[in-house]
Structure formats: structure tokens, C-alpha cells
């Protein structure tokens, strides 16, 4: 890693109860990294979205299977990296969330919130070892005083 770079992995057992850890680490990160509340809340809610999938879809709740979350803080932006040992699935598939026949359903959003609230949002799957899910937040520049 260069000198620039930090990064905190969490590996917690598979059940719901390990989202709450999740979700206070991706707050102290953003927090430390300067998000603004609105970055800070986006990047939690998706943090947590794509732990709850991974949980639920890719390990199925199995707590013998470990979710991992790697959080790295490189050049200016967060990359926050979600594994599972799922077999995956095709995100191009997913019925979108906002057609009329869909706007009701219990499940189906969590990869439009990813994408409505995170700059990049990219899924690997790796055979026979589960999906990674990537979410990238960049850090924006505070706002300079004008000239005037």
C-alpha cells in the first residue's frame, strides 16, 4: 500500500446482527474522511444494503460463511469492498425497481440504492469463492470562498 492509502477489514459471521457493527464502522470511517452528512449518510445506507445482501442472498444467513468488508481510503476517495461466498447473480436480471408492476414489491431495490448513491458501483463474481460487490464514494473538494 502506498503512503496515501489506509484500510480497515472487517470479517464478521453471517447473520443480521453483524450489520449494526458494519454500519458504526462505515459511519466513524466516513466521518473520519471528512464526508460531508449527506456523503456520510449515502455511503452508510449502502454499506449496509450491500452487507444485508450479502448476508441474506450470497451467504444465506449461514454464520459458518464470513461477509467481508474492506474499507481503503485512496486518493482522495473511499473504496469500500463487500464479499460473500454466494454464487452470485446477474445484475443486468434485476427487474427495475421504479416500473409501476414493481413499485411494490418486498425486495429488488438494493442495487438501484447502491447505484443512486454511490459514484462507481461494480460487481465481480468469483467461481466458487462468491461475489464482491465495489462501492466507491469520492471525497469532494470543500467549496473556495469567490472573489468578490
Known amino acids: 500500500m502506498g ?23 462505515a459511519e466513524e470511517v466516513a466521518d473520519q474522511m471528512k464526508f460531508d452528512e449527506e456523503a456520510r449518510n449515502a455511503i452508510t445506507i449502502s454499506v449496509v444494503e450491500a452487507g444485508t445482501n450479502a448476508i441474506q442472498h450470497g451467504n444465506k444467513e449461514d454464520e459458518t460463511l464470513p461477509t467481508e468488508v474492506l474499507f481503503r481510503q485512496e486518493d482522495g476517495q473511499l473504496v469500500i469492498l463487500i464479499r460473500d461466498a454466494g454464487l452470485g447473480f446477474d ?57 468578490g
Open 3 to 25: 503512503s496515501g492509502t489506509r484500510e480497515i477489514k472487517l470479517v464478521v459471521p453471517s447473520r443480521i446482527e453483524s450489520l449494526a457493527f458494519i454500519n458504526a464502522v
Open 91 to 147: 445484475p443486468e436480471r434485476i427487474a427495475d425497481p421504479m416500473a409501476e408492476e414493481n413499485m411494490f414489491a418486498e425486495s429488488g431495490r438494493g442495487v438501484y440504492i447502491l447505484r443512486s448513491f454511490m459514484d462507481e458501483v461494480a460487481f465481480s463474481f468469483r467461481d466458487g469463492v462468491g461475489t464482491e460487490c465495489r462501492l466507491v464514494k469520492v471525497l469532494s473538494q470543500p467549496a473556495r470562498p469567490s472573489n
